[in-house]
Nanobody, 127 residues
Framework: QVQLVESGGGLVQAGGSLRLSCAVSGGTFNDYAMAWFRQAPGKERGLVGGITWNASSIYYADFVKGRFTISRDNAKNTVVLQMNSLKPEDTAVYYC????????????????????WGKGTLVTVSL
C-alpha cells in the first residue's frame, strides 16, 4: 500500500520560508510523478506544482513562480517543496500527491490524474 506523509508545515510570518517534505513508502518511487496541491478554507484544492520522475520537467502554478521550488530525491523517496517569500494568501493545507502513470512526454500534474494522496500539512502565514 502506497503511503504519502507530509511534514514541515507550521506558522510563519509573511516573508518567511518553510520547507515541506513528503515521504513515500510502499511503492516504487521512481515510477511516480509527484505534485503538491493546496486547499485554503472555503476554496477548492488547486495545483502548486509538479515534477516528473526524473525531474526533467517541473511545473508551477503562476502564483508561486519564483517563490517556491519543487525537488525530489529518488534515493530517499522524498519530494520537497521549498517555499520562500510566503504571503498570507499562501495559508492552506498542502497536500503531496503521486501519479502512478503511465506518463507520456506531455505529462502535466492534473489533480484528477493523481493516484495517491497524503493527509496534508497546514501552513499558516501571518502578517
Amino acid at each position: 500500500q502506497v503511503q504519502l506523509v507530509e511534514s514541515g508545515g507550521g506558522l510563519v510570518q509573511a516573508g518567511g520560508s518553510l520547507r515541506l517534505s513528503c515521504a513515500v513508502s510502499g511503492g516504487t518511487f521512481n515510477d511516480y510523478a509527484m505534485a503538491w496541491f493546496r486547499q485554503a478554507p472555503g476554496k477548492e484544492r488547486g495545483l502548486v506544482g509538479g515534477i516528473t520522475w526524473n525531474a526533467s520537467s517541473i511545473y508551477y502554478a503562476d502564483f508561486v513562480k519564483g517563490r517556491f521550488t519543487i525537488s525530489r530525491d529518488n534515493a530517499k523517496n522524498t519530494v520537497v517543496l521549498q517555499m520562500n517569500s510566503l504571503k498570507p494568501e499562501d495559508t492552506a493545507v498542502y497536500y503531496c500527491a503521486a501519479d502512478g502513470g503511465p506518463h507520456g512526454s506531455t505529462w502535466y500534474p492534473y489533480l484528477a490524474g493523481m493516484d495517491y494522496w497524503g493527509k496534508g500539512t497546514l501552513v499558516t502565514v501571518s502578517l
